[in-house]
């Protein structure tokens, strides 16, 4: 397990991401919950689940939202582990933070989709059968009584499926004629092989001592890196037993350690310890091996990464002309509080 600033770190990075070319958002909640309330706002009736948040006036109804969250979902899950739903991004949770994020990447589709169909431009009979079977894909991997109140059927989410395959057949468009800068990439490349976190990965021995009483939590913290310099952490005294908790980190990059661990990266040798203080305790963490791979695949990765870095910036700049003034989010603040990542489980 992660430590917590691990975590956030993690968090951090994944709320950056969705930043990147989108702007400011401009995200209210109706001048007054009657007016959220009103079905002629939200364009709904009795007979259908009323909208998630209004973009620049169009409802965003259930069945396609829940079709981005559960792709924010997936992605926090995958990147900080299950239990990425503790920390916060600054003051929002991390739920929130993925349900945010979930509207973002939703306007962001319905823009490109509608410069497409103004610029005529048709997806490729590829890209129909791949949004056939994300969407039967997505049906099969929620709880059907998720479906059943959100409306998610086959042809009510085929239409943000054929969307999502829109970006991606626009951005392979706008991005086409990007080729690789030899200068450029030196530049990036140097600043790449100099940063450990990018490459440096180490398995280690750790040990927790939550905060606690601090005092106590520190002076363990100390005794527990003194049995793990001697290599001796499976006689931990019965009095630290019930103190400190002793685990295996494999194969992880070292800016998931501290920033005072991860730039000596290059640095550090095997069976060196470091103690360190977090919000959820005190952390000791021995080295047991690191591994710095070799200059053609630290050259190959940096590549894929200066690549990725470069389509997404001609890209971003053409969204940002294509978008014009950022999108107004009117958030139907009843239905929006009550979506919870808990949906996505059966019940």
């Known amino acids: 397990m992660l430590p917590k600033v691990a975590k956030q770190f993690i968090l951090i990075f994944i ?44 409802p965003v109804m259930p069945y396609e939202y829940f079709v981005f ?34 509207l973002r990447q939703l306007s962001l589709v319905r823009t490109v989709s509608a410069q497409a169909a103004a610029l005529g431009v048709d997806l490729p009979p590829s890209a129909y059968a791949a949004a056939e079977q994300a969407a039967a894909t997505y049906l099969a991997q929620i709880p059907p009584e998720l479906a059943e109140r959100t409306g998610s059927n086959f042809g009510a989410i085929l239409p943000t499926m054929l969307q999502r395959q829109m970006l991606e057949y626009m951005y ?66 019965p009095s630290l037993a019930s103190i400190i908790s002793i685990s295996q980190a494999q194969d ?24 360190y203080s977090a919000a959820s305790g005190h952390y000791v963490v021995r080295v047991d091996g690191r591994s710095i791979p ?17 389509r997404d910036e001609i890209f971003n700049q053409q969204y940002e002309n294509w978008r014009g003034n950022e999108p107004i989010i009117i958030l139907n603040d009843e239905v929006f509080t009550s979506i919870s990542i808990n949906d996505f489980e059966p019940i």
């Open 15 to 58: 709320s950056a991401i969705f930043a990147i070319g989108l702007g400011l958002w401009l995200i209210r909640p109706p001048a007054d919950i009657s007016q959220a309330l009103n079905p002629e706002l939200w364009g709904a009736d009795a007979t259908e689940p009323s909208p998630v948040a209004l973009i620049n006036g169009e």
């Open 252 to 275: 992880l990059a070292a800016s998931t350690y501290p920033a005072a661990l991860a730039l000596e990266a290059r640095r550090i040798e095997i069976g060196d310890v470091f103690v």
């Open 172 to 237: 392979e468009r706008v991005t086409a004629n990007f080729t690789v800068s030899p200068a450029d990439f030196e530049v990036f490349f140097e600043a790449y092989i100099l940063s450990s976190t990018n490459y440096v990965r180490i398995s280690s021995t750790v040990a927790h001592a939550p905060q606690g009483e601090y005092p106590l939590g520190e002076q363990a913290a100390e005794l527990a890196a003194e049995i793990l310099r001697s290599g001796h952490e499976s006689q931990l005294p």
């Open 69 to 102: 969250l559960h792709e924010q979902v997936r992605f926090f899950e995958q990147t900080g582990g299950a239990d990425i739903w503790e920390v916060s991004f600054g003051n929002t949770p991390a739920q929130m933070q993925a349900k945010l994020n979930a």
């Open 294 to 310: 070799d200059v053609d695949t630290l050259a190959s990765s940096a590549l894929e990464q200066y690549t990725k870095i470069r």
